[in-house]
T-cell receptor, first 116, second 114 residues
Framework: SAVISQKPSRDICQRGTSLTIQCQVD?????MFWYRQQPGQSLTLIAT?????????ESGFVIDKFPISRPNLTFSTLTVSNMSPEDSSIYLC?????????????FGPGTRLTVL | GNSVTQMEGPVTLSEEAFLTINCTYTATGYPSLFWYVQYPGEGLQLLLKATKADDKGSNKGFEATYRKETTSFHLEKGSVQVSDSAVYFCALSDSRNTGNQFYFGTGTSLTVIP
């Protein structure tokens, strides 16, 4: 399977600031996704990052709060804007397709965000 | 619609005990089924998968069988180790009907004590 890295691995941020999380894959993949995992909870899909076009957001998530970029088939960013303590979560990117099986998702190590 | 219902935890077992974590699903089509594992402080790792009825996925001593008649995909291991302590997520993907949308269960936390 592909190697997925995320930066930063963790961060502590102040209320009202923004943080951009990077997801880098070592090979081209068709699909990239961003998930949120709130403390003690399961995963919630934020959006599908589309290469060359706007991301597709799930219900309850909006572009102004979670802008996403995907400039090529190996890289994506998620920004958490105007943060509040409720945004404290683990943010995970996942991938599928390309040389990988299209029905299976592989996850990055996650970014642990704490908002004070 | 599609959904996954997973046995609630936390589960605490002694080393070498038998493990079962129940997972049932609802799907409109013919989903693929997955178990992911999340070790403390890490992201999710694919543990095993099955893509059609009666398939058995297996890895690291864990097994799960895709049972269409009972819409289940229970995770089992005959003898757990302390290193198996983690959170386990059941998930389904119905790529023919809902693209790459994944549906996750709520996760089951397992602690194995020596």
């Amino acid at each position: 399977s592909a190697v997925i890295s995320q930066k930063p691995s963790r961060d502590i941020c102040q209320r009202g600031t923004s943080l951009t999380i990077q997801c880098q894959v070592d090979s081209q993949v068709t699909m990239m996704f961003w998930y949120r995992q709130q403390p003690g909870q399961s995963l919630t899909l934020i959006a599908t990052a589309n290469q060359g076009s706007e991301a597709t957001y799930e219900s309850g998530f909006v572009i102004d709060k979670f802008p996403i970029s995907r400039p090529n088939l190996t890289f994506s960013t998620l920004t958490v804007s105007n943060m509040s303590p409720e945004d404290s979560s683990i943010y995970l990117c996942s991938i599928s397709g390309g040389r990988l099986l299209s029905d299976t998702q592989y996850f990055g190590p996650g970014t642990r965000l704490t908002v004070l | 619609g599609n959904s996954v219902t997973q046995m609630e935890g936390p589960v605490t077992l002694s080393e070498e005990a038998f493990l079962t974590i129940n997972c049932t699903y609802t799907a409109t089509g013919y989903p693929s089924l997955f178990w992911y594992v999340q070790y403390p402080g890490e992201g999710l790792q694919l543990l095993l998968k099955a893509t059609k009825a009666d398939d058995k996925g297996s890895n690291k001593g864990f097994e799960a069988t895709y049972r269409k008649e009972t819409t289940s995909f229970h995770l089992e291991k005959g003898s757990v180790q302390v290193s198996d302590s983690a959170v386990y997520f059941c998930a389904l993907s119905d790529s023919r009907n809902t693209g790459n949308q994944f549906y996750f269960g709520t996760g089951t936390s397992l602690t194995v004590i020596p």
